[in-house]
């Protein structure tokens, strides 16, 4: 796992059904828990914010420069 960064983007490796997210989605780092967690604030195109998550870190991993973010209906 590399590490992430605060206010760094995340990309989830599994879905969050219970908060509409899927694996690929990208969020906001907006605090680093400990060395198993983080949390994540997701989104919309608008810049609403779409959810605040608590996740483990191996449910996460940090973008690479050569992927292209993209967009999807919520």
Do not use: N, Y
């Amino acid at each position: 796992m590399t590490k992430l960064d605060l206010f760094g983007l995340a990309v989830l490796t599994r879905d969050v059904p219970e908060h509409d997210l899927r694996a690929g989605d990208v969020g906001t780092v907006v605090e680093l828990l400990d060395s198993t967690g983080v949390i994540l604030e997701f989104r919309d195109a608008a810049g609403d914010t779409r959810a605040v998550v608590a996740l483990k870190l191996a449910d996460v991993r940090r973008g690479q420069p050569h992927e292209m973010l993209s967009v999807r209906s919520a």
